[in-house]
């Protein structure tokens, strides 16, 4: 097949790496075409209004937060905000508890009113304390005590990953902040909020503004390569992938997800559970850490991403073994993973013109925040690297 044209910047993957790339390339003066596999823009912060009129995030729950104002000011520039209260429970021993653990976790737990300080002197008698902890289970033990480690972070962990918290990074745990006040905000950074019309239509305006930009969905990366000649390639896919496995598959977890809508008659007798009218559940995701309970959580986005149909649509969301047909949804946050990912991170260094970016292509569980920042400095590069070299 012969070239279709030549360009600056092939891209491929039309997610928050991606796109933000294009962007301040294409306002650079560069002429860029984005690729994606997949028919929709957004990457895995893809969202969309459902039959039952709900805006949901079909690839798990993004809840954007930060901590950067630089972060915040140019995504500003293509959307609104809507702020976003980020209250979870978990649903442990037949019962929704307050969580992440805070000090209403710990009255539900002893069964009667407490303070900061009572909190506080159970903990350092439950602790069990480690100078540099090496896994998520030694993290949390040394954080929270062997009882609400067990009810809460253990078995949801071993299910998300098939692999015993002290197998992880402490990082896995340590992500979920714990409390010894009442504030029982799932996240800590201070900047939480969501796109006012979604992450999709945040995207669209994006691209709406990078004149210099030709989108391709339903492209994947083999079929872009032979199409456009470009200078430069900014890959977003998994680094594995690209490189043809050629030391075996890193290891992903994977996810399946099924959607459930009710009726306003429906929801009207669930109202007792879910406290709320008009709701299925009584926050916008529930964590089911039992082992004999499939799915890890349950996520019903019409509590933080407007706007309020009627009915409601619930989430369930099963964590899964990856095989090459699977989204590869989550890296693997461990040392043997992390080895693996060595070997492929030496062969990117070496490859000319070529920049990875990303989640999938650094291998590394990077928020959106963080990717968009990862997206804006390679940006910022390559505009210097290539305005000089024209
Ligand atoms: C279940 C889940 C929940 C999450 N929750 C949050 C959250 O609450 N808050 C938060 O900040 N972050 C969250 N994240 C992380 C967030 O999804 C990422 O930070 C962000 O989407 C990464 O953007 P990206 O562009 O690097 O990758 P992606 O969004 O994965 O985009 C990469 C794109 O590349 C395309 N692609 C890959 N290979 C090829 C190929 N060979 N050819 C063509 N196209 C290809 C893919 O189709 C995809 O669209 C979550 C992630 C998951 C999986």
Redesign the pocket.
């Known amino acids: 097949m012969s070239p279709d044209s030549s360009v600056d910047f092939l891209i491929?993957?039309?997610?928050?790496?991606?796109?933000v790339a294009a962007e301040r390339l294409s306002n650079a003066g560069f002429r860029c075409v984005v690729?994606?596999?997949?028919e929709h823009l957004?990457?895995?912060?893809?969202d969309r209004i459902d039959a039952a009129g709900v805006r949901v995030?079909d690839?798990?729950?993004?809840?954007?937060?930060t901590n950067s104002p630089r972060i915040v000011e140019y995504l500003s520039k293509f959307t609104g905000w809507l702020d976003a209260d980020y209250k979870i429970k978990s649903f442990t021993d037949d019962r929704y508890w307050s969580f992440p653990v805070n000090l209403n976790t710990f009255e539900e737990l002893v069964g009667h009113p407490a303070t900061t300080a009572d909190f506080e002197t159970w903990l350092s008698a439950h602790r069990i304390p480690a100078e540099h902890p090496r896994n998520s289970e030694e993290l949390m033990l040394s954080i929270v005590g062997p009882e609400l480690y067990r009810k809460f972070y253990e078995g949801y962990t071993l299910k998300q990953w098939r692999r015993h918290p002290r197998e992880l990074d402490p990082s896995v745990c340590g992500r979920v902040p714990v409390r010894t006040n009442r504030d029982d905000r799932y996240l800590a950074e201070e900047f939480q909020a969501l796109p006012k019309e979604g992450f999709t239509a945040m995207f669209q305006r994006m691209l709406d503004a990078s004149p210099g930009v030709e989108l391709h969905l339903g492209?994947?990366?083999?079929e872009?390569r032979r199409r456009w000649h470009h200078r430069h390639l900014i890959f977003?896919?998994?680094v594995d992938?690209?490189f043809g496995r050629r030391f075996g598959a890193l290891p992903y977890r994977s996810?399946r997800f099924e959607h459930e809508s009710f009726t306003r008659e429906q929801l009207a007798a669930r109202a007792a559970v879910s406290g709320k009218p008009g709701f299925w559940q009584p926050a916008v995701q529930v964590n089911y850490p039992a082992a004999d309970v499939p799915h890890t959580r349950i996520l019903e986005f019409k509590h933080i991403t407007g706007p309020l149909p009627e009915g409601s649509t619930i989430i369930r969301?099963f964590p899964k073994d990856w095989t090459p047909d699977d989204?590869p949804?989550?890296p693997v946050p461990a040392a043997d993973a992390k080895a693996a990912y060595r070997r492929y991170a030496e062969l990117a260094a070496a490859e000319e013109n070529t920049s990875f970016?990303?989640?999938?292509?650094t291998y590394r569980?990077?928020?959106?925040?963080?990717?968009t920042g990862m997206?804006l400095a390679e940006a910022e590069r390559l505009i210097s690297r290539y305005s000089t070299h024209a």
Do not use: C, K, W
């Open positions: 491929v993957g039309a997610g928050f790496s991606g796109l690729v994606d596999q997949r957004g990457g895995n912060a893809h995030h690839y798990g729950p993004h809840y954007f937060r492209v994947d990366f083999e872009a977003t896919g998994p992938q690209y996810l969301e989204e949804f989550y970016i990303g989640r999938l292509a569980y990077y928020n959106m925040d963080q990717v997206a």
